[in-house]
Every structure is written in structure tokens, then in C-alpha cells.
């Protein structure tokens, strides 16, 4: 696939841009430079720049020119029991451009037991008819054995795919049991692709769902019940540890609550290789809204792992935002519409999980973050576009404004303020998860392949207009250190002489399985009686052994010939 | 034959008097120490206090101002555990024999069914066993090795009637012990219910295999491939789930054999959270690391593999001492499991075959008091608190056991904190071959123990009989415990919202046959060969009965709306 995309649509906007006294902010500094692009690259940067006659000059007049968001996750246009998400590939994408956020990357979801490449194709297919900017797509793994296994290998090798997600919940439906996953990393650590997972603990959710359904809580807040966000730590936990054992690196989907970015912050600092996503739902509002009277409003926060109903987890996660102990930010944007919602009204087991955010998501960080003086504006382009394009291997050509770099980016006006409401939004949802919410920061310029889609206020994206960007297995933002440790890693056994003592008898193990090391097996029925002062025992070579205490009754077996010189006391 | 006397049902001939008098020592308990004489009588202590008279020809032991402590409980031993048709070389007479020595006058017992074993035939095989054997108190656990609803009839037949009150669950062991979290969910839930406190054994069994396959076909097959295939995370893992089931069921939780820091920071920070959660540090961690493992010495590197195995981080014992000693841990057992030289042979080309547990049962209490006393980590207070209080009140013992006091149980040891000894198998009462301790010096020591009011160590000499000791019965709901989780079951009673029906239009779903338990799933189902309906998004067929808000928001076309009969939606409008 070439660099420059393989469609050629024609140019709505003349492909020859300017723009002028803006500053430009990239994710390690800011300076005032003109911009000038050309076919939808970059192709200058810097004052008084010469460029040809005829060029569309945009005033910035000392506002900050950013990279375009990357949405490291979205569901556009997901099936879900015969029907799919209210936001397609192109309502989607136009949500996302008027926020600022010029490229997303989707979930493909196959039906456990389908193959991946056919859900791949699908998903390509509607992206392609409807995408209003450039896409790449994770595959997620729903279910595991060899033919899995070689269709991975061929969607990061033939098809630009670089990142699987798995699933820890779902019991009975996604999960994977630690051994698969053990498998899975393994397999993904050595291909060089990024392995995600959505960490819940999907046992103790089926046991709490009956639970709960059993006390008569049906409604949206047996959802956060049945969920608490002990289970998304334990998950993410527990996926760190496999990943650590397995050397690959690790992404967790949709950190939640401030227990599970809590796992990930320490595991950064033991060196773990994991990387953290907020999503724009868990930095911009709680789970106290599922108890919310309101049954259709209640419901339009399930997502999961579930909201947090601790109100101060947006604020504590968007400190390690800042911090650089959470790295990407998403927003897993996966709307129903109330309909769909009440398909799960008597029991909320039911109720299809998604929240909007694709469009808010940028904004939402401006003001959470930036305005609260948690971060300044290098990190804000880090964490809603860099880190992005750095884990997906499309840096420097995605979430850099610099020559050669794909013209994607946002004019953006931090003092902008609006009020976030489902009458003005851009999705088809009929609720947004945060209305009423007042945000500072926002887009007044986008601009995506080269062209001005988005200006004050007003869009003019085309559907199928989107490109799908490859990714390449191995970035080197994850995969240097990984790389390095592999050399360091490899175990070797100590060089001994041959045992050659005595060995005891035993009864051989009749179980199968694995084998595993276990310290019961075969119990004799009545405990053997035993006479410690007599042994019929004796060691071929001299032993600085206390006979006395050895039991008797039993048959030792002496390797003939045998003096041994390995077992004395050293 | 159950046993719940409280005086016990061996009546065994004593060896010494009735009677006795501990003049002038220094009465220690976990919360203070002051200077008294103890008199016992009948095996049970009369009289605390100053001055105390005696009859005349009643045995007086002048303490001369030494300290006097409880006797010690050691709360993991397996004396009995069969592996591979082969049993510990310590069984409960030489294991006890060696507690007594090292100044511990209980200890409990694992009892491990095979899967599919009866819990009961086997609690009363091991009670059968020990009875004839142990020489001093005794009390069992019991192992859980499959869960089923047939185990947990027996479970409550063990707690209400038979005395025991804590069981084991493994989180290891795959296809033989391990439970899946389902499993342990349930079988927490269970144990909760009926007092007992559920033991854990610690490491992600799933991961262990793999770790063990892979470490094989490297070709490594050594004892080093032990702590290899079950590097510390696994355990600290397994922790950490352990702990999250707990609190789900507002189960309290006991991980046995804490080998690692990164385990014990995890229980630490549990606790630090509310959660009811101890952590049970073992001699062998205490006192030594996993270096070992890599010993040129095959049957050396072999008598240090036990599960979890010892950390290779050299400053582990350090620093489990330091959580013991603020209380971070709070029990200290042993985990003796002996097996000779030859019964570890039977691994000898294959790591994962070797028989695990290493020696400990003797040397606990002196261990503790040389790293952590001596050193200046603890005080002697807490010196009894963790080598024989905590345990006595987590197992329901207590004040019977683990204190001195009017009425407790005369198990009572004088202990020498300056006395020095030298660790060597062939001085140990242990029956292995290789001492794991080996040539460690030790400072601390008891000078006397009594078990039962009599004497049955002194001056280094033993004066013990198989069969004297007695099984403790152990009663359900332990106050030091279940004190919290009685008050959090009470607070976490939830409830729903109360709020209208929803009566706005729903979806229709087609009927989905293959969810076995109904999963929440924000995807099930995509019709995957079709290509993806059309969508009209400037027209709709569907209408809400009220008026909405978001009426002016485009809807999808194509799909039938149920809207329920004649429904007027309030509940449905935002807000």
C-alpha cells in the first residue's frame, strides 16, 4: 500500500494551503512557524516561506496549529445482534473531524468462531464507503487455536494490522483463559504487534450478574454493581503479569477507575512495558448517573468496564494523563440509540454497552487538563495524538506537524467555550453522556488529508473520502525495550554432574494433562506405619547422612556402581 | 472420637508431676511483659502473680529473671502429605518432636485429600495418624482439592461437628488442585458462611504450567527451573486475585506461604484498603533466598524446592521481617514438608517431579528472634504476637492458646535470648539430610518448654512420647476475624433504583439461542456475511409516543420499534 493512499477522489478544496503566524505545537515544543502543504503533506515549515502562486492563505493570527487527534478507539458501525450502532463510518468520522480528531482507528469485533480476515474485509469495506478521514483498524481475538493464529500472522504481515485486542470478560462468550492469553502474548510478542486488552475479571462478573439479578437490582446500576472496578484492577493486573512473563508489550483498553490506572503506574515503574488508556467517558464524568432516575439517561452510561461511581476518578486520572503514567487517550465511542439501549430494560445484562466521546474527547482533555494547569499543551498533543501514532508505528508520519508528515492538523482556540448537548452534537445518539458539560478549547480549523474540512463551525467532510493507513508490526516505541530484553532474557540451566544417588519409589502419576508440578498425588489409603530407628537402606558411596532418622519399609534405588560425588553436604 | 473435650481425650500417663512452679522469670505476652511466677496445675494455668506458694514437693523451675513466653504455634505443617505414594520423613511424632525442640507446642496440620478423596475419610485418617504419634497439641486444616456441592455437606460435617475451621484452596496445580475464579468465588462464598477462615495457596497455576513447558523445552532441568517457572510475579498475582475475590464475598483471606516482596506488598496494600487479609511469611522465606536453586549441588539445590518458591532476591528476608514486625504479616509458620534426598531424587531429570517443602519447624522461633528481635525490628512483644498470639486468635484458639494467663493452657517456654546455636542437619531433630539453614547461626533459643504443664525439653534434651499430644477442636466465626465481616455484611446490603417502567420503544432483538450464561457484550451476533444494512439518515419511521427533546435527532430507518401499547413515556425525557 503506497504512502499516499490508493484513491483518487477529486480535490473539493485546492490542495495548496498556507498557513500563516500560527504557532506550532508538537508534543516536545512549541514555536511560531508558517505551514505550507502541498498534496497532502506537509512540505515547508518555517518564516517567510517561498511558496507558488495561487494558495489558499489561512490567517492564524498567532493561534496554536496542532497535530489532529488520533481516537485510538471507536465501534463505528458495529454489529450487535442484528443491528449495528447508530453512528456509522461516516457520522462517526464527522463527529470525530468536528472535535479536532483527524484519524481514528476502529475495532474489528469477529463473531467468536468466524475467521478474522473476512471480519477485517467487512469492516474495511464499510470504512471505505464511509469514512470521512484516515483509519487504520485493530482486530480483536475472540476466540483462539492454530488458523487464528495463522490469519494473525497474516493480517500483521499482508494486511497492516499491528494491534489485537483480547478480552479477560465475557465469560462463556470472548474471555480467554490465562493459558490462551499466555499463548496469545507469546505469539504477539514475537510477531512484533501491540497486544490490548479489555481488562475485567469475567468470572466474578457472571457470579455478581446472578447475584444481582437475583436481589431484584435489573436496572443500569446493577451494571457498576456487578462490576466494581476491584475486578477491572485485578484484570489488568493479572494481564501485566502474563504480559511480563511473555515479553510483549501490553495495552489496556479503557482504564476506568483509579485502582486500575493505579496497577498500570506501578507496573511502569517496576519497567513493565504497558501502555494505558483513558477514554473521554472515565476523564470527563462517573458512574453516579446509573442510579440516575431516569431510566433511558441511566442507560446510556453502560459501558465497560463501567464508569466509576467515585466522582474524583476523572480527575485523578487526567493527573496521571499528565503525568505520563496513562499515555493514550480514546474514547471508545460505541453509541446506541434509547431503543437499542432498552433491548436490556428488564435486565441489565442485556443492555448494549457503549458511551459516546469521539467528538468531545479532544476538548474535554483541554479543559480537564490544560485549563486546570495539569499539563501544559505539549503533553495535551502527546496524549490525544503522538502517543497514538508512536504505538501504532505511523510516526512521525501521523501526530507530527513537521516536513514530509501527512497534513493533518487542527487550528485550535483554547478559549472557545461551549456547552456539550445532544441537540448540537454530532452523532445520531439521542443521549450524550455529557450534557450540559461546559468545555473550554475547541477546534475553529481542521484540516485533514490537506483539505479544510471543518471551519468555524461548520463542516464539509465527504463520506469514502478516508484512507486506510497500514501499520507496521514492531514500533519502536514499545518494541526497542522489548527487543533488548529478549537478549537479556534467555535462562540457562546449571551444569551439574548427574545426579546419582538413591532415588525413592514412587508410583508413577496416572493423570494426564500437564505436568505439573504437584506435591500430592496417589495417596496411600492408611498411612503407612513406620519404624524410625531401623533402615533397610544403604547409600553405595559414604554419605554425611544421619541414618537414624531415615524411614525404613522402602525400597531405594541405587544406581549401580555409583559413588556418588554430587550429593555430599557442600 | 471428635474430640471437642476441651480437656481432651488421650489420657495418657503424665511423666511428671501435676504440678509446677515457674518462679522469678519474666512473663511475656503480645501486650506486655511483666515479672511473675506461674503455677500449673492439671496442665492448665492456675495462678499468675507475685509470690506465688506452692504445696510442699510441687517441681519449682527459678526463671532467674529469663523471659517466659507462650509456646509457639506453628500453623503450617505438612507432617503427612503423601507425594507420589511416598510420605515426609518427618511424620507427626518426628515433626512434633522437632517443634517442641525449637519451642513450638502446637502446631495444625494440613490434611491432603487427593481430588476425589472424601474430606472426611481423610480428616480422620490424619486424626487417626497423628493421635498415635504427636507429641504435644494439635489441630488440622483441611485442603479442598476439587470444588463441588457434594464437598460442601462435608464442609459444614468438618466445621460443625469435627473442629476444623480453616481450609485450603490452590490457585496452583493445574488439572489436580487448581480452582478457576468461578470456583474460588464459590467456594468463598460458602466457607464464609459457615465461620471458617479459607486459606490460599498463591501463584497462577495456568501461567506455571506454561513457564514449566517452555523452561523444559529449553532444556533446562534442574532444580533452577523451579523459581524459573514460578518467578515471583505469579504469585503476587494470584495475591492480588485472591484478595479481590475476598472482598467481592466479604470473605477474609489467608495466603499461606508469602514468599516474595512483591506478595507481601500486595497484602500490605490490601489491608491498607480495608480488606481482611493476613499473610502467613514461612521460615524458609524469613530466614533464606532462592539462590540456592542455581547450586552445583543437585540434592542441595533440590532441598530448597518448595512452592512458591523461595525469592532469588537476596534481601527478601529482610524485608518480610520488617512487615512482620509493623504488622504488614502477622503469622509465621513453618511449612516443614521433609522429604530426604531419594524422595527428591524422583525429580531428578525433571524439575517439575520433585517433591516440594522444605524444613522449618525447629527453627522458626529462633530465626525470628535472631533476624528480627536481635536485630532490633521487633520487640519481644511482638515477638509472641506473630510466633504464637495472631495465630491463636485467627484460628479461634485464643486465650486458651497463645497467651499466659488464668486458665490458659500450660504450654509455656523459657526462652534464651543470647543462646547460640549452630544449624546442622545432623544436630536438628528433623529427619532430612540437607538442613536448608545449614550452618546459619542462630541467637535465641529455648531453654525449656512445657507442653501440657509437663516438661518435655530441657537443657537441650527431650523428654517426649508419641501419642501425648491432643487434637484441638477449633470453633467456626473466629472473634479477631469475623468481627468485621459480620458489621461489612450488614452495611452492604444494595438496592436497586426505584423508577417507573421503562415504557419508551425497544428494540427488536432476534432471539440469540447461543449465550450459555446471559454475558453482557456490547457485541454478539454481528451478521457478518451480510453486507451492512442501509441507512437513511434523514428519514425515520419511528416515533416516540411524547414529545422529545431529540426528536429532531436523525433515527435509523429499517428496523421494527416495539413500542409497548398505549405508553406514554415520562421516564424517558432527559434530564
Not at chain 2, 519474666?26 to 506465688?52: C, F, M
Not at chain 2, 480452582?179 to 479459607?198: C, P
Request: net charge negative; charged share 20%.
Amino acid at each position: 500500500m503506497s504512502y499516499q493512499g490508493k484513491k483518487n477522489i477529486p480535490k473539493i478544496t485546492s490542495d495548496r494551503l498556507l498557513i500563516k503566524g500560527g504557532r506550532i505545537v508538537n508534543d516536545d515544543q512549541s514555536f511560531h512557524a508558517d505551514i505550507y502543504m502541498e498534496d497532502g503533506l506537509i512540505k515547508q515549515i518555517g518564516d517567510n516561506l517561498i511558496v507558488p502562486g495561487g494558495v489558499k492563505i489561512i490567517e492564524a493570527n498567532g493561534k496554536m496549529v496542532i497535530p489532529g487527534g488520533i481516537d485510538i478507539h471507536t465501534h463505528f458501525q458495529m454489529p450487535y445482534r442484528g443491528t449495528t450502532t447508530v453512528d456509522d463510518f461516516g457520522q462517526g468520522s464527522k463527529a470525530a473531524l468536528a472535535g479536532g480528531t483527524t484519524m481514528f482507528v476502529d475495532h474489528v469485533v469477529p463473531e467468536p468462531g468466524s475467521s478474522l480476515l473476512e471480519a477485517f474485509e467487512h469492516w474495511r469495506e464499510w470504512a471505505e464507503e464511509k469514512a470521512c478521514c484516515d483509519y487504520s483498524l485493530h482486530v480483536d481475538i475472540t476466540h483462539w487455536n492454530d488458523s487464528v493464529k495463522q490469519e494473525v500472522e497474516s493480517l500483521i504481515k499482508e494486511k497492516g494490522v499491528n494491534s489485537f485486542q483480547v478480552y479477560l470478560a465475557y465469560k462463556d462468550l470472548y474471555q480467554m483463559s490465562n493459558s490462551e492469553l499466555y499463548e496469545i502474548f507469546t505469539f504477539l510478542g514475537e510477531q512484533g504487534a501491540i497486544a490490548q486488552v479489555h481488562a475485567e475479571n469475567g468470572e466474578i462478573i457472571a457470579q455478581e450478574q446472578a447475584r444481582m439479578l437475583e436481589m431484584g437490582i435489573t436496572g443500569p446500576e446493577g451494571h457498576v454493581l456487578s462490576r466494581p472496578e476491584e475486578l477491572e484492577a485485578e484484570a489488568v493486573f493479572r494481564a501485566i503479569t502474563i504480559a511480563s512473563q511473555t515479553n510483549c508489550p501490553l495495552y489496556v483498553t479503557r482504564v476506568m477507575s483509579k485502582s486500575a490506572a493505579d496497577i498500570i503506574s506501578q507496573a511502569r515503574k517496576k519497567g513493565n512495558v504497558v501502555f494505558g488508556e483513558p477514554i473521554t467517558a472515565s476523564l470527563g464524568t462517573d458512574g453516579t448517573h446509573y442510579w440516575s432516575k431516569n431510566w433511558a439517561k441511566a442507560a446510556s452510561f453502560v459501558t465497560s468496564p463501567p464508569l466509576s461511581p467515585d466522582p474524583t476518578t476523572p480527575d485523578y486520572l487526567n493527573t496521571l494523563l499528565a503525568s505520563g503514567d496513562l499515555n493514550v487517550t480514546g474514547s471508545a465511542h460505541c453509541t446506541f440509540s434509547v431503543a437499542q439501549k432498552a433491548i436490556g430494560k428488564d435486565d441489565f445484562t442485556q443492555i448494549p454497552e457503549g458511551v459516546n466521546g469521539v467528538e468531545e474527547r479532544m476538548s474535554l482533555i483541554w479543559d480537564k487538563a490544560v485549563v486546570t494547569g495539569k499539563m501544559d499543551e505539549n503533553m495535551f498533543v502527546a496524549v490525544t495524538s503522538t502517543n497514538a501514532a508512536k504505538i501504532l508505528n505511523l510516526y512521525p508520519r501521523k501526530g507530527r506537524i513537521a516536513v514530509g508528515s501527512d497534513s493533518d492538523l487542527v487550528i485550535w482556540d483554547p478559549d472557545s467555550v461551549r456547552t456539550v448537548t445532544a441537540k448540537t452534537h454530532h452523532s445520531a445518539a439521542e443521549y450524550n453522556v455529557f450534557e450540559g458539560l461546559e468545555l473550554r478549547g475547541a477546534p475553529m480549523l481542521v484540516i485533514c488529508q490537506g483539505k479544510i474540512v471543518f471551519e468555524d463551525g461548520n463542516l464539509h467532510a465527504t463520506s469514502g473520502t478516508g484512507r486506510f493507513i497500514p501499520c507496521s508490526p514492531f514500533p519502536d516505541f514499545a518494541y526497542k525495550r522489548v527487543k533488548a530484553r529478549k537478549q537479556l532474557a534467555l535462562l540457562r540451566a546449571v551444569p551439574r554432574g548427574m545426579y546419582d544417588g538413591p532415588v525413592a519409589e514412587f508410583s508413577p502419576m496416572s493423570r494426564g494433562g500437564t505436568p505439573s508440578a504437584s506435591a500430592r498425588t496417589s495417596p496411600t489409603k492408611t498411612a503407612p506405619v513406620r519404624n524410625l530407628h531401623q533402615s533397610g537402606f544403604s547409600l553405595a558411596g559414604t554419605q554425611n547422612l544421619n541414618l537414624s532418622h531415615l524411614p525404613g519399609g522402602r525400597r531405594i534405588v541405587v544406581p549401580p556402581g555409583g559413588r556418588s560425588n554430587i550429593t555430599s553436604l557442600s | 472420637m471428635s474430640g471437642t473435650g476441651y480437656e481432651g481425650r488421650n489420657n495418657v500417663p503424665h511423666i511428671t508431676s501435676e504440678q509446677l512452679l515457674i518462679r522469678g522469670g519474666r512473663v511475656i505476652n503480645d501486650d506486655q511483659s511483666v515479672y511473675a511466677d506461674v503455677s500449673v496445675e492439671n496442665g492448665v494455668i492456675k495462678q499468675v502473680g507475685e509470690n506465688l506458694t506452692v504445696p510442699e514437693g510441687v517441681r519449682v523451675i527459678e526463671a532467674n529473671g529469663r523471659m517466659v513466653i507462650p509456646g509457639g504455634i506453628d500453623v503450617n505443617t505438612c507432617f503427612q502429605k503423601p507425594y507420589l505414594s511416598t510420605v515426609p520423613v518427618d511424620d507427626f511424632f518426628q515433626g512434633t518432636k522437632a517443634a517442641v525442640a525449637g519451642g513450638t507446642t502446637m502446631i495444625i496440620d494440613h490434611v491432603t485429600p487427593q481430588p476425589g478423596d472424601s474430606l472426611l475419610e481423610a480428616f480422620e485418617r490424619w486424626q487417626e495418624v497423628a493421635d498415635k504419634r504427636v507429641c504435644c497439641d494439635y489441630s488440622l486444616h483441611v485442603d479442598i482439592p476439587q470444588w463441588h456441592n457434594g464437598v460442601k455437606e462435608e464442609l459444614e460435617l468438618l466445621v460443625q461437628e469435627k473442629g476444623v475451621n480453616s481450609f485450603q484452596v490452590h490457585m496452583a496445580y493445574k488439572d489436580l488442585l487448581q480452582m478457576t475464579d468461578s470456583q474460588l468465588y464459590e467456594a468463598f462464598l460458602a466457607l464464609k458462611e459457615m465461620g471458617a477462615v479459607v486459606l490460599v495457596h498463591a501463584e497462577n497455576g495456568d501461567l506455571v504450567a506454561q513457564e514449566q513447558s517452555k523452561i523444559l523445552g529449553m532444556g533446562i532441568t534442574g532444580p533452577e527451573g523451579h523459581p524459573l517457572s514460578r518467578p515471583e510475579e505469579l504469585e503476587s498475582e494470584a495475591v492480588f486475585r485472591a484478595i479481590t475475590l475476598g472482598n467481592r464475598v466479604n470473605c477474609p483471606i489467608y495466603i499461606t506461604k508469602v514468599m516474595s516482596k512483591s506478595a507481601a506488598d500486595i497484602v500490605t496494600q490490601a489491608r491498607r484498603k480495608g480488606s481482611v487479609v493476613f499473610g502467613e511469611p514461612i521460615t524458609a522465606s524469613l530466614v533464606t533466598d532462592g539462590s540456592h536453586y542455581w547450586s552445583k549441588n543437585w540434592a542441595k539445590a533440590a532441598a530448597y524446592v518448595t512452592s512458591p518458591p523461595l525469592s532469588p532476591d537476596p534481601t527478601t528476608p529482610d524485608y518480610l521481617h520488617s512487615l512482620l514486625a509493623c504488622g504488614d504479616l502477622q503469622v509465621v509458620g513453618s511449612a516443614h514438608c521433609a522429604y530426604s534426598t531419594s524422595q527428591k531424587a524422583i525429580g531428578k531429570d525433571n524439575f517439575t517431579l520433585i517433591p516440594e517443602g522444605t524444613n522449618g519447624v525447629e527453627e522458626r522461633m529462633g530465626f525470628v528472634w535472631d533476624k528480627a528481635v536481635a536485630m532490633g525490628k521487633m520487640d519481644e512483644n511482638q515477638f509472641v504476637a506473630v510466633t504464637s498470639t495472631n495465630a491463636a486468635k485467627i484460628f479461634n484458639l485464643y486465650p486458651r492458646k497463645g497467651r499466659i494467663a488464668v486458665g490458659s493452657d500450660a504450654d509455656i517456654v523459657i526462652w534464651d535470648p543470647d543462646k547460640i546455636k549452630t544449624i546442622t542437619a545432623k544436630m536438628q531433630q528433623s529427619a532430612v539430610e540437607y538442613n536448608i539453614f545449614e550452618g546459619m547461626e542462630c541467637r535465641g533459643g529455648p531453654v525449656l518448654v512445657l507442653s501440657q504443664g509437663r516438661i518435655v525439653y530441657e537443657e537441650g534434651k527431650l523428654h517426649v512420647q508419641p501419642g501425648t499430644g491432643r487434637f484441638i477442636p477449633r470453633k467456626p466465626f473466629p472473634d479477631s476475624i469475623y468481627q468485621r465481616i459480620k458489621i461489612r455484611d450488614k452495611m452492604m446490603g444494595k438496592q436497586g433504583v426505584s423508577r417507573g417502567i421503562y415504557d419508551g420503544p425497544v428494540y427488536d432483538v432476534p432471539a440469540t439461542p447461543k449465550y450459555i450464561t446471559p454475558a453482557p457484550s456490547a457485541k454478539t451476533s454481528p451478521t457478518s456475511h451480510q453486507p451492512p444494512p442501509i441507512r437513511n439518515l434523514h428519514q425515520s419511521n419511528f416515533s416516540l409516543s411524547g414529545a422529545q427533546i431529540d426528536d429532531n435527532v436523525p433515527r435509523r430507518s429499517g428496523h421494527r420499534i416495539v413500542a409497548p401499547p398505549g405508553g406514554r413515556s415520562n421516564i424517558t425525557s432527559l434530564g
